[in-house]
């Protein structure tokens, strides 16, 4: 009796067969006929694939079935005939399988039009029907593969898995980067497939032998077995034909190398053929046990991590003071060196450097944070804006970013740039603050978005901003919890002016365990109230406040500094650290609130 293919695959790695759409149409079926429908119209010519394939010495057939549903049969006016089609499928591989072999029902995605006209449970539905044909006709387990969406991918999974009691492997196309079309990286989707019931994951076309080996081993292990099978190399039109440039040799070698990296199902898609498994059986044959089924483990993958920056460590450990500083509209850096130079030796802990506030251009924040960290050894917060940069140069700045030890990033979207009647300024925007803390959490685990190993280990400190001077406080906390699962560490938030706001933010964050830093932006003058009051994004200021300003007159710095001292004093216990804004880079402001809390440090 044949043992179950999940059982095997614990054990050793299986080798599945090759293509069988390439092998059809050298063998003189036409492009554009219905493949599927051969398993009643020329059974002897599907079989004698199968046959090529077990003298080869695949362990898996996949039965003659990839677009036996019933929207792509739709288009042959087969749809009325699934079950009779999908049914001879397997028994057609079933009867050259024997008993020592295993048969895969291969099932594939609908098509773009399938896609976009079926509803979800449709789609389920779809996929049931012939996944239940396959098993009636003596399938082991079911192989969902060539599926470029992951959402499609997953409704096809919970129909057959309704449908049918057999194993079900998912498999997925990914680039030359390791990403599906949308940026999904390979570990993302295995992990959503695993938990919705897959029983194998892998991938398969798309790519050839040598990507997929790269694929595999920036992945880690995976909750499941791991199957791969890739196209031999990526093809060359010829006329009609497509052709593959992969020798049997260097397929079988790139492919076979996999299985030390976990995979324990191999085979080929696209432009293999019983040669290449041949090799590929051999190639296996000819490597030792243990180096077959060997997998990375948890703590090899974590080996390479980077120490945490100093800040990292204060949050942690004990309350912090931040400062922000603005760079010039200028080349002279002189005056915020000094500013930075009275902050370090006042026991600042950070100081935050803005990148183009309100979309103005400035000195760049990171060449002055490289001058700043180099003059006084305080550690420095670079922001990051998605609105300058595509991703091309976000991916190339955060590279220059971890190169020059800059590791404490604040990853926000950036104010809108505007419009005047001279020049038009455009955001970019192609990654906003949820998307740039991924893509940063991304190269904290080694790799860029598009999968690359970045080689050497970094460890940014990803900071992100909450903005609670809004009257949808649970919809900012909404954002702030989605950015903690994005890789988000810690939360500065917009500058607040009242103990009622404060109050809100303890309240609606109490659940909250990333630590808190409280914005704190002293007012230079009544008029400056008032424009932050009525212009600048994300601040309001409470009338009571606006109105102590004014009647401040020119004495209005030093009201601003008791105001805000006022609220920084009550806050204080309740939050992990302050993050002073002072207006026009008036250190001295700072300054004066960090000795009153008695921070020298």
């Known amino acids: 009796m044949r043992r179950g293919i999940l059982d095997v695959l614990r054990e050793r790695v299986v080798v599945a067969d090759g293509a069988m759409g390439s092998l059809l149409f050298e063998r003189g079926v036409d492009s554009s006929s219905c493949y599927d429908a051969l398993n009643l119209t020329d059974p002897a010519l599907v079989r004698s694939i199968h046959q090529a394939y077990a003298a080869a010495g695949a362990e898996v057939l996949e039965t003659n079935t990839f677009g036996a549903n019933r929207v792509k049969l739709g288009r042959f006016d087969l749809g009325h005939r699934v079950r009779e089609i999908n049914l001879r499928g397997a028994e057609l591989a079933r009867a050259e399988a024997g008993e020592g ?35 009636e006709g003596g399938v082991d387990f079911i192989m969902l593969e060539t599926f470029a969406s992951l959402t499609l991918l997953l409704s096809a999974l919970r129909g057959v898995k309704a449908a049918v009691s057999v194993p079900v492997a998912a498999q997925m196309v990914f680039t030359q980067r390791g990403r599906t079309h949308s940026g999904r990286s390979a570990r993302e989707c295995f992990e959503a497939l695993a938990a919705a019931g897959a029983d194998m994951v892998g991938l398969n076309c798309g790519i050839g032998p040598k990507n997929s080996l790269e694929v595999v081993r920036a992945l880690g292990p995976v909750p499941v077995p791991l199957s791969v099978l890739p196209n031999a190399g ?60 060997e997998a990375p483990s948890t703590e090899e993958l974590t080996a390479g991590t980077a120490v945490p920056t100093r800040l990292a460590r204060r949050l942690q450990e004990g309350k ?207 008029r400056n109230a008032e424009f932050l009051h009525n212009e600048f994004p994300g601040i309001e200021i409470p009338l ?52 009153r809390l008695g921070l020298k440090r």
């Open 101 to 135: 072999r295993w048969v895969a029902g291969a099932m594939g995605p609908l098509g773009r039009l399938g896609e976009e006209a079926a509803e979800p449970g449709e789609i389920e539905e779809i996929f049931a029907e012939q996944a239940r044909a396959l098993v």
């Open 234 to 293: 990526f093809p060359e039109a010829a006329g009609d034909r497509l052709m593959y440039a992969s020798s049997p040799e260097y397929f079988a070698r790139q492919t076979a190398a996999c299985a030390a990296h976990g995979a324990r199902l191999l085979g080929g898609c696209c432009g293999t053929g019983p040669e290449h498994i041949t090799a590929l059986v051999k190639a296996l044959g000819s490597a030792s046990p243990e180096v077959r089924i």
């Open 320 to 526: 912090v003071v931040l400062v922000e500083l603005d760079p010039p509209k200028h080349l002279d850096t002189e005056p915020v060196l000094r500013a930075a130079e009275a902050l370090a030796a006042a026991g600042v802990d950070a100081i935050t450097i803005a990148e183009n506030p309100l979309a103005v251009p400035r000195l760049s924040n990171i060449t002055l944070a490289g001058m700043v960290r180099f003059r006084t050894g305080a550690d420095v917060v670079v922001h990051l804006t998605g609105r300058d940069r595509n991703l091309v140069g976000m991916q190339s700045t955060i590279m220059g970013l971890a190169a020059s030890n800059l590791h404490n990033v604040l990853a926000v979207t950036g104010d809108p740039p505007s419009a005047g009647s001279a020049e038009r300024v455009s955001g970019v925007y192609d990654l906003r603050s949820m998307e740039l803390i991924s893509l940063l959490a991304g190269f904290n685990r080694g790799r860029n978005h598009y999968g690359d190993d970045m080689r050497l280990p970094v460890n940014f400190c990803i900071g992100a901003a909450f903005n609670p001077n809004t009257r949808n406080m649970a919809l900012q906390v909404g954002r702030m919890e989605k950015k903690m699962a994005a890789g988000a560490t810690h939360f500065l938030t917009q500058p607040v002016y009242s103990r009622s706001r404060v109050d809100e933010i303890l309240a609606a964050t109490s659940h909250v365990k990333a630590p808190i830093v409280l914005g704190i932006m002293p007012l230079a003058s009544h």
């Open 544 to 595: 009571e406040a606006r109105e102590r300003m004014a009647r401040a007159g020119e004495a209005g710095q030093r009201e601003g500094i008791e105001i805000a001292w006022e609220l920084l004093e009550y806050a204080w216990p309740h939050f992990a650290g302050v993050y002073i804004i002072p207006p026009f880079n008036r250190y001295q402001m700072a300054l004066e609130l960090m000795q």
